[in-house]
């Protein structure tokens, strides 16, 4: 098994904004990736697009359906490097952190589901909208919040249905926000917002993620998620103006698991035992614990599952770097105990999760090189010297 430990302040998706940003003269950012000296030089507008599930290791897949993204690994379209997701590798994390320019122990959003320490109830990032006050759940200020207070345009086009979300809030706020569904439309809008308005143009796809967890990787369904990615990418490149670069990444990458690498902590007593509740994701679970019962939990869940996960106390994964700093009103976010599961294993809960989660396909979360290493490509400016 491949294990990939994020490098917080380094090559993480939680640079790339910053580094964008810096190209525009916004002081005060840090930019290891080296955008502004280096692919962005000179370059006077940027759409930036998130692609939800686009993987290191899915690029091969989508190779035969996806020419165009073809290119982009090939590196004929421009610079490409890799970079890592946060950990955990999820979606709500992964785009605070982008947002943010933060590692997700700093910005609190640290998992698909957490327990509120306050109230003791979890709480679903993707489903959260004012309960908790999203500026104070996340109290960092945003890339977006700082580019605009210097007077740089930065608009978000994304789902019309997420607009003043806790999680847009969270990760977006600054921005101008525009709605758009479909690659079309949302390649249409962040090329008119570029065009007209300049500045940064952030977008977001969330349809070759949905594709993989509904119907696996090797689905026809997720082929073809994975050319409606490479259209919109041609639509993105062709429509680039001369002064403008593309920066396409990923928030996480996808595996699929088969039917006997699931376990139950619904049905299985063994693991139930001891644990008051339990959030986090298949792929890595946050375990509260009862009182006194931490160690039995350790130990049930060690037996159970063997060499297919990683289970310790929240103090070692902390101490292990995994999250970056966490500061001490974030600490009880986390599980008493964290499980991070490990090659083809994911653990369900078919009671108390919604039905959809344990029929999955393709799974994210932890830390393994499927799930955490993603792209990082540039198209246009001082990279790609062909492109008009």
Same mark, same amino acid.
């Given at each position: 098994?491949?294990?990939?430990?994020?490098?917080?302040?380094?090559?993480?998706?939680?640079?790339?904004?910053?580094?964008?940003?810096?190209?525009?003269?916004?002081?005060?950012?840090?930019?290891?990736?080296?955008?502004?000296?280096?692919?962005?030089?000179?370059?006077?507008?940027?759409?930036?697009?998130?692609?939800?599930?686009?993987?290191?290791?899915?690029?091969?897949?989508?190779?035969?359906?996806?020419?165009?993204?073809?290119?982009?690994?090939?590196?004929?379209?421009?610079?490409?490097?890799?970079?890592?997701?946060?950990?955990?590798?999820?979606?709500?994390?992964?785009?605070?952190?982008?947002?943010?320019?933060?590692?997700?122990?700093?910005?609190?959003?640290?998992?698909?589901?957490?327990?509120?320490?306050?109230?003791?109830?979890?709480?679903?990032?993707?489903?959260?909208?004012?309960?908790?006050?999203?500026?104070?759940?996340?109290?960092?200020?945003?890339?977006?919040?700082?580019?605009?207070?210097?007077?740089?345009?930065?608009?978000?086009?994304?789902?019309?249905?997420?607009?003043?979300?806790?999680?847009?809030?969270?990760?977006?706020?600054?921005?101008?926000?525009?709605? $758009?569904?479909? &690659? @079309?439309? *949302?390649? =249409?809008?962040?090329?008119?917002? /570029?065009? %007209?308005?300049?500045? +940064? !143009?952030?977008?977001?796809?969330?349809?070759?993620?949905?594709?993989?967890?509904?119907?696996?990787?090797?689905?026809?369904?997720?082929?073809?998620? $994975?050319?409606? &990615? @490479?259209? *919109?990418? =041609?639509?993105?490149?062709?429509? /680039?103006? %001369?002064?403008?670069? +593309? !920066?396409?990444?990923?928030?996480?990458?996808?595996?699929?698991?088969?039917?006997?690498?699931?376990?139950?902590?619904?049905?299985?007593?063994?693991?139930?035992?001891? &644990?008051?509740?339990?959030?986090?994701?298949?792929?890595?679970?946050?375990?509260?614990?009862?009182?006194?019962?931490?160690?039995?939990?350790?130990?049930?869940?060690?037996?159970?599952?063997?060499?297919?996960?990683?289970?310790?106390?929240?103090?070692?994964?902390?101490?292990?770097?995994?999250?970056?700093?966490?500061?001490?009103?974030?600490?009880?976010?986390?599980?008493?105990?964290?499980?991070?599961?490990?090659?083809?294993?994911?653990?369900?809960?078919?009671?108390?999760?919604?039905?959809?989660?344990?029929?999955?396909?393709?799974?994210?979360?932890?830390?393994?090189?499927?799930?955490?290493?993603?792209?990082?490509?540039?198209?246009?400016?001082?990279?790609?010297?062909?492109?008009?």
């Amino acid at each position: 098994m491949d294990v990939v430990h994020p490098r917080y302040g380094a090559e993480t998706i939680a640079e790339v904004l910053p580094g964008v940003l810096s190209a525009f003269g916004l002081p005060g950012v840090a930019d290891p990736l080296g955008l502004a000296g280096g692919p962005l030089a000179g370059v006077r507008r940027v759409a930036m697009l998130l692609v939800d599930g686009l993987g290191c290791a899915q690029l091969p897949l989508a190779a035969p359906y996806a020419p165009t993204l073809a290119e982009f690994a090939a590196g004929r379209l421009g610079t490409v490097r890799t970079i890592t997701s946060g950990f955990p590798s999820t979606t709500p994390t992964s785009l605070v952190s982008i947002g943010t320019g933060a590692p997700p122990g700093q910005h609190g959003v640290i998992g698909f589901n957490v327990r509120v320490p306050a109230t003791g109830r979890i709480l679903n990032h993707i489903q959260w909208w004012d309960d908790p006050d999203p500026k104070e759940w996340q109290p960092v200020p945003t890339q977006f919040d700082r580019a605009a207070a210097a007077g740089i345009p930065v608009t978000v086009v994304s789902r019309a249905e997420f607009a003043g979300s806790g999680l847009t809030v969270a990760a977006y706020r600054g921005a101008d926000y525009r709605g $758009a569904a479909g &690659v @079309d439309a *949302l390649a =249409t809008e962040m090329l008119a917002v /570029l065009n %007209s308005e300049g500045g +940064l !143009v952030y977008g977001y796809h969330p349809d070759l993620d949905r594709a993989g967890h509904t119907y696996g990787l090797a689905s026809n369904e997720w082929a073809a998620a $994975a050319g409606d &990615v @490479d259209r *919109l990418l =041609t639509r993105l490149i062709e429509g /680039l103006p %001369s002064d403008a670069a +593309l !920066v396409v990444t990923a928030d996480h990458g996808q595996l699929d698991i088969p039917a006997d690498g699931r376990l139950d902590l619904d049905t299985d007593p063994r693991l139930r035992t001891g &644990v008051e509740a339990a959030a986090g994701e298949p792929r890595v679970r946050y375990l509260y614990t009862l009182p006194g019962a931490r160690d039995d939990v350790i130990a049930a869940w060690r037996a159970v599952l063997g060499d297919g996960a990683w289970i310790v106390p929240r103090e070692e994964a902390v101490a292990a770097g995994w999250f970056g700093p966490v500061p001490e009103e974030h600490l009880a976010r986390v599980g008493d105990v964290v499980v991070a599961c490990h090659d083809s294993n994911v653990v369900v809960a078919t009671r108390s999760e919604p039905e959809f989660v344990a029929r999955m396909v393709a799974f994210h979360g932890s830390y393994t090189a499927a799930e955490m290493r993603v792209p990082l490509f540039v198209a246009g400016g001082a990279s790609s010297p062909n492109l008009s």
